[in-house]
């Protein structure tokens, strides 16, 4: 047992650190997103993150194309709706949105619905 102490508390030592890793973000945050999301729902919880978290460098790419998040190293991506691709997870951080379509009446006869 005395052999082995050193090599334990070395592992304790190293799950300790593996978790006060996770009590706090990164240097730097990489995400892609529309400009409706950035705008609605992006922005407003970046400057709360910035608040608590200054030292954090948080790099935003505002783009209407779905990107592939590994092949470009994005760490995340947001986009109002439901669209992801199979091999990602998608989380709601958002509430629920409704939006309309607006037109006047002679707009809709020369562009009906199709």
Do not use: W
């Not at 978790?19 to 709360?48: D, F, N, Y």
């Not at 209407?64 to 669209?83: I, K, M, N, P, T």
């Amino acid at each position: 047992m005395e052999t082995l102490r050193p090599a334990f508390n070395d592992i304790r030592s190293r799950i300790e650190e593996l978790s006060a890793m996770r009590q706090k973000p990164g240097e730097s945050v990489r995400i892609t997103s529309s400009r409706q999301a950035a705008e609605t729902i992006l922005m407003p919880a970046v400057k709360r993150l910035m608040a608590d978290y200054p030292e954090v460098k948080i790099e935003i790419s505002i783009d209407q194309r779905f990107v592939d998040l590994v092949a470009e190293r994005y760490d995340a991506g947001v986009r109002l709706g439901e669209s992801v691709e199979k091999d990602m997870i998608a989380v709601k951080i958002g509430p629920e949105m409704r939006m309309a379509v607006a037109g006047s009446p002679e707009y809709f006869e020369r562009h009906p619905r199709r």
